[in-house]
């Protein structure tokens, strides 16, 4: 029997850990590994078999002040887990991004047994932003591999040591074949030719605060200009679906909100069927351009946390959309901090909600180069792999489980 611990957090952190969970249990299979997970996650990594022992994927926030009400049900959470180990040893575990609390874990298990197998899934993407002079990371101390899933990542924690294995980015195993946009655009009951504006405000609570007055704001203006346009907001969290509608309405704007659990049955209709998509940034960045859609990105912080991140922390990124960092260029157009503003947002968008426009074209040859810097398909199933591989290996060579936390 080979038990591992799964622990990400967030709704992006859900979706990876389902994909992994999914592919370590196929892999365990047709090796006849008898296999558990357990996981701290959400409903996803639950319906890809994993035993949930805490859900995490509300428990995410940016900034310096923002986390600090995820505090007390963090500590609960970590109680929770450590009296669950005391009885369940672990063979492996895998940490999946989720920088906070998967460094503390890590850290804490690692100390406690040494011998136990920790993998980095989806590391912190230290490899693009600097606090000061240069990156530190807390990673490779307690992480016996790093499984990174761009180049650069692979490369940064390379040359500082670290055992690392480049699998590529996970989103490429989710495509598949990829509806037309008439029979998207029929399955969501849409006209065939009117402009689509796809809104991609929030992951985080925090974000609806942040971010979707300025979308909001935006989407008006652009339904006064183009009076046929359509636009749809996916809830990324269920109970955001009220907060969306309120905004929207309030903002003037006719648009469709679907709830989180047809959203993400949907995901392929809903990008095939968009001309131009309005996001926060994140992972959803990468997924769109894998999809096809030309997309304006944009993030926004408390006026104090991002002073005190520019000017005390001196910390600096060179591009805040993955695409963008992958791609190193500035592909898909960037609005940070004060520079997201409606009228910036109605500048950038405004150019793409044309399919034919050159805007969008130059757009999408971006995206085809991006592609092939991303891998190759079974991602996952790469990762599941190496996982097995060495944990399973670990047990042949006499080393036991280790002991559960005392506490």
Not at 62 to 73: A, K, N, Q, S, Y
Not at 186 to 206: H, K, Y
Not at 208 to 236: D, I, K, N, S
Not at 248 to 269: M, N
Request: aromatic residues 4%.
């Amino acid at each position: 029997m080979v038990r591992l611990l799964v622990s990400t957090g967030e709704v992006s952190g859900d979706l990876q850990g389902g994909l992994l969970i999914e592919a370590l249990h196929q892999a365990a299979e047709e090796k006849g590994i008898a296999l558990e997970v357990v996981a701290l996650g959400g409903e996803r990594m639950r319906r890809a078999g994993a035993r949930l022992i805490g859900d995490t994927v509300a428990m995410g926030a940016i900034g310096l002040w923002e986390p600090l009400h995820l505090v007390l049900p963090t500590m609960r959470l970590q109680a929770k887990l450590s009296r669950w180990l005391r009885s369940h040893p672990l063979d492996g575990v895998v940490l999946i991004d989720y920088m906070g609390a998967n460094v503390s874990l890590g850290r804490r298990l690692k100390s406690r047994h040494p011998s136990l197998p920790i993998f980095y899934y989806i590391a912190p993407q230290e490899w693009a932003f600097r606090l000061g002079e240069g990156g530190t990371t807390r990673l490779i101390a307690f992480s016996d591999r790093i499984l990174a899933i761009f180049p650069e990542e692979a490369r940064f924690y390379g040359a500082r040591g670290a055992h690392v294995t480049w699998v590529g980015h996970p989103l490429l195993d989710t495509l598949g074949e990829p509806p037309s946009r008439q029979q998207a655009r029929r399955r969501l009951g849409l006209s065939e030719d009117a402009p689509v504006l796809l809104m991609l405000p929030a992951s985080r609570r925090q974000e609806l605060h942040y971010l979707l007055p300025a979308m909001a704001a935006a989407a008006a203006e652009l339904q006064h200009r183009h009076p046929r346009l359509e636009v749809l907001v996916p809830a990324a969290q269920a109970g955001f679906e009220a907060d969306l509608e309120k905004a929207l309405a309030g903002a003037g704007v006719r648009a469709r909100v679907l709830d989180a659990g047809e959203a993400d049955s949907l995901r392929p209709e809903l990008c095939a069927a968009s001309d131009v998509a309005l996001t926060k940034s994140g992972t959803a960045n990468l997924e769109l351009a894998l999809r096809g859609v030309p997309q304006v990105t944009g993030y926004r912080l408390s006026r104090i946390t991002a002073f005190v991140g520019k000017h005390l922390l001196r910390f600096h990124v060179a591009h805040i959309s993955p695409v963008n960092l992958v791609l190193e260029q500035r592909l898909v157009p960037e609005l940070l901090q004060d520079a997201f503003t409606p009228e910036a947002i109605v500048r950038e968008v405004e150019p793409l909600l044309d399919p034919g426009s050159t805007s969008s074209q130059r757009v999408r040859e971006g995206y085809r180069r991006l592609r092939t810097a991303l891998g190759k398909k079974g991602v996952t199933r790469r990762a599941a792999l190496a996982i097995l591989e060495e944990v399973v290996t670990r047990q042949g060579e006499g080393d036991p489980a280790p002991q559960p936390p005392a506490g």
